[in-house]
């Protein structure tokens, strides 16, 4: 996937909002909560997501993922598809569609009805 495959599938999921931030990443979030980050590393894309404590455990230590530079520094669970040899485009769509979800289902109800009322 490149970086405008991934943008393109992150505008796609309902009330998903854009910002370049932290010198230049690509941030999509919901209701102002990241779920996935659009990156370069070694002038390769680099895709990152929230994952739950299972998935992060299987994923940490694939080929071409790792854990998230900085977040899972802090305990955070975020993995870090890196190379080509990491998650193949429906998988990592899998895995943001997971994240998404998780951010917005940790937002309070008020809020998910709010933006669900707008949908």
């Known amino acids: 996937m ?11 999921l309902p009330h998903a909002t854009y910002v ?26 680099a895709f990152t997501f929230k994952t739950s404590e299972l998935s992060f455990e299987m994923l940490k230590d694939q080929q071409g993922l790792r854990p998230a530079p900085y977040l899972a520094s802090r305990g955070l669970k975020w993995i870090q598809n ?18 998404y979800k ?14 669900n009322d707008k949908s």
């Not at 890196?82 to 998988?91: F, Q, R």
Request: glycine content about 6%; charged content about 15%; aromatic content about 12%.
């Open 102 to 115: 998780m951010v917005f289902q940790s937002l309070p109800n008020r809020k998910q009805s709010e933006l």
């Open 20 to 45: 370049v931030q932290w010198g230049g990443s690509h941030v999509w979030k919901v209701a102002g909560k990241v779920f996935a980050i659009n990156t370069q590393v070694n002038n390769s894309p």
């Open 82 to 99: 890196y190379a080509d040899n990491g998650l193949n485009d429906e998988e990592l769509k899998a895995y943001v569609r997971q994240s």
């Open 2 to 12: 490149n970086h405008i495959q991934f943008n393109k599938f992150c505008a796609s």
